[in-house]
């Protein structure tokens, strides 16, 4: 079964870090695009960034609101995806989803909460 | 940045009505657009890719269609399981970006 889990959530003071984890089982991660989306409690979706797969060097891209704090990564032979979040904000205050990006955005994972507050 | 606009931002229907959401981009995004459901405390499930393609799993119930700047979801029969909220989201240039979002309530 593909399926994605992320973890890592949890409060943090703004100005801090966290990093996330996604997990990937049923696919050949290193084969696939991967993205991080969020949502802010009660809004809508907010793409985050990609990693593009093997076939692109694992490039990656940024959404303008996280760009310069956040860094996608992945390792590959342990099928792990992640996201580094520095220089947190109260904005960045949201469910963070990792998500393939196959046929546009096929699969997602259940999502891990981040909240940014003193 | 593409800005993606849906119309309408809320919408009240009935058990076995035709429903038509629109997406609309700032500038010409080809098919590279999306439709995603979201129940209230679930997770985003796709639906539509490349504007018109069926995700797998997807039932026909569900279709596509646009190319370019306009965009359209439609269910052809609205079952309760479908009262969601809906998300388009363009995937031509970085940023991707997503529309507000269309939530179908029952009538």
């Known amino acids: 079964e593909v399926q994605l889990v992320e973890s890592g959530g949890g409060l943090v003071q703004p100005g801090g870090s966290l990093r996330l984890s996604c997990a990937a089982s049923?696919?050949?991660?290193?084969?696939?695009?991967m993205d991080w989306v969020r949502q802010a409690p009660g809004k809508g979706l907010e793409w985050v960034g990609r990693?593009?797969?093997?076939?692109?060097?694992?490039?990656?891209e940024y959404g303008a609101s996280v760009k310069g704090r956040f860094s996608i990564s992945r390792d590959n032979s342990e099928n792990l995806f992640y996201l580094q979040m520095n220089s947190l904000k109260s904005e960045d205050t949201a469910v963070y989803y990792c998500?393939?990006?196959?046929?546009?955005?096929?699969?997602w994972g259940q999502g891990t909460m981040v909240t940014v507050s003193s | 940045d593409i800005q993606m606009t849906q119309s309408p931002s809320s919408l009240s229907a009935s058990v076995g009505d035709r429903v038509t959401i629109t997406c609309r981009a700032s500038?010409?995004?080809?098919?590279?657009l999306t439709w995603f459901q979201q129940k209230p405390g679930k997770v985003p499930k796709s639906i539509i890719y490349?504007?018109?393609s069926l995700q797998s799993g997807v039932p026909p119930k569900f279709s596509g269609s646009g190319y370019g700047t306009e965009f359209t979801l439609t269910i052809s029969s609205l079952q309760p399981e479908d009262f969601a909220t809906y998300y388009c989201?363009?995937?031509?240039?970085?940023?991707?970006?997503f529309g507000g979002g269309t939530k179908v309530e029952m009538k």
């Open positions: 998500v393939r990006g196959y046929n546009g955005f096929d699969i």
């Open positions: 049923g696919f050949t991660l290193s084969d696939h695009y």
């Open positions: 990693t593009r797969n093997k076939d692109h060097s694992f490039s990656t």
């Open positions: 500038q010409g995004i080809r098919n590279s």
């Open positions: 490349d504007a018109s």
């Open positions: 989201q363009q995937y031509d240039g970085h940023p991707f970006t």
